[in-house]
């Protein structure tokens, strides 16, 4: 089992810049590749990015790349999302998923956080 936390959501103007972040409890976290993902009212949940187990592979889906970064450190056990020049259609709940490889398919994470809203004015 591995439970994971978000924090660091919030209401930030068109534009602005949040650092989201995703604590685990398990020791074996080196071991696990961690996803961000989103959904949005009335919307499923998508893929937002994924970094590998040893930190040494991302993959961001299109409408992110450039302005979002995912990190991950495993002396901490926490992996983080910076997201920069944000746009209203940001505006979603973020998740954080953990799995043995990566993969940007919600159905192949078998544990998943609370998540933590994120809203984006214009």
């Known amino acids: 089992q591995v439970q994971l936390v978000e924090s660091g959501g919030g209401l930030v103007q068109a534009g602005g810049s949040l650092r989201l972040s995703c604590a685990a409890s398990?020791?074996?976290?080196?071991?696990?590749?961690m996803g961000w993902f989103r959904q949005a009212p009335g919307k499923e949940r998508e893929f937002v990015a994924v970094?590998?187990?040893?930190?040494?592979?991302?993959y961001y889906t299109d409408s992110v790349k450039g302005r979002f970064t995912i990190s991950k450190y495993n002396a901490n056990s926490t992996v983080y999302l910076q997201m920069s020049s944000l746009k209203p259609e940001d505006t979603a709940i973020y998740y954080c998923?953990?799995?043995?490889?990566?993969?940007?398919?919600?159905?192949?994470?078998?544990?998943w956080g609370q998540g933590t809203q994120v809203t984006v004015s214009s």
């Open positions: 998923a953990a799995r043995y490889g990566t993969s940007s398919r919600p159905h192949d994470y078998a544990y």
């Open positions: 970094i590998s187990a040893g930190g040494g592979y991302t």
């Open positions: 398990r020791r074996t976290f080196s071991n696990y590749a």
